[in-house]
């Protein structure tokens, strides 16, 4: 079997939004630049949309943008009915003639775990409301039109284990954003509150809108999120239009990535305990671990 063969096994299955910036960014460098027709297609970003069923006039339209292997990337994550995989992607490579990208991005799109997910849902699950609302939210994103993965505590997780650890690795290493399902009942989960601080700790400044704020009910804005736009479910007549925003939100690739600002070694030291926040305090140094929800109603 050959190198490419066994990465495209490894792959199988991935969506392309599990790539992070980096590695999106080194196949930009590679493809980016005016190539050459080899074969039956030109060996730059024009021939991989080509492959993967773009037409003429949307691939016109990705010459005009700054970046556009990027944008292609991003566009195509959001097409279900073109395989956006990982190993489809590299078959496409294959077929423009170009291992050297795929040979410079080995190792990193080796290093993709298959148990990925496109969100962590934060809800307290003691509120009947907010219950239904997640297995909707989760029907409709995980359902075919849509094709996202989402890890859901209670319904994803496994009794036994030590809750607040698994949390804090889940967030920070396999989930690309947290949904925040906010309403009168959401304090009353100490769980609830404990992810949306640790999640809030990964996204400083909110540069990464790694934390998506979706109203449920009506309550204040939180402080904690204040500089965060939300998606509002409240309103019976724009719920319709939310949930293929939610769905862009959720597949949009995270920059900059978690890593940028904090190691794997720094994520595998946090061990966070059912009793506060310390750990993830005294290594952030950050007060919106320590921030109270006092504003809600």
Avoid at 44 to 68: N, V, W
Avoid at 250 to 273: H, Q, R, V
């Amino acid at each position: 079997m050959s190198d490419n063969s066994s990465i495209k096994d490894v792959c199988k299955g991935v969506p392309l939004h599990a790539l992070n910036m980096a590695v999106r960014n080194k196949m930009a460098s590679f493809l980016d630049p005016e190539g050459f027709v080899t074969g039956d297609f030109c060996n730059d970003y024009t021939g991989l949309a080509e492959c993967a069923g773009f037409q003429y006039e949307e691939i016109k339209r990705l010459q005009s943008q700054r970046k556009p292997t990027l944008e292609f990337l991003h566009e195509w994550g959001t097409r279900q009915d073109r395989d956006p995989y990982v190993d489809v992607l590299i078959s496409h490579l294959e077929r423009i003639g170009r291992p050297d990208v795929i040979d410079e991005c080995r190792q990193q799109i080796g290093s993709i775990d298959k148990l990925y997910y496109d969100g962590f849902v934060i809800y307290n699950p003691n509120g009947q409301a907010d219950l239904n609302f997640v297995k909707e939210l989760a029907d409709r994103l995980e359902g075919p039109e849509y094709g996202l993965k989402l890890f859901i505590p209670f319904r994803d997780d496994l009794p036994g284990t030590a809750r607040y650890e698994v949390t804090a690795e889940i967030i920070a290493n396999r989930c690309k954003r947290a949904l925040v399902i906010l309403s009168p009942s959401f304090l009353q989960s100490p769980a609830a509150d404990f992810q949306l601080k640790f999640a809030q700790c990964l996204s400083p400044g909110a540069r990464s809108k790694k934390v998506v704020p979706v109203f449920n009910g009506r309550c204040k804005m939180p402080n904690i999120l204040r500089a965060v736009n939300f998606v509002d479910f409240t309103n019976p007549g724009l719920r319709d239009w939310n949930w293929p925003r939610l769905a862009a939100v959720l597949k949009c690739p995270l920059e900059p990535d978690i890593e940028t600002y904090m190691n794997k070694e720094e994520l595998a030291k946090i061990k966070m305990s059912p009793d506060g926040y310390k750990q993830a305090r005294d290594m952030f140094a950050l007060r919106v671990a320590l921030t109270d929800f006092k504003d809600f109603e």
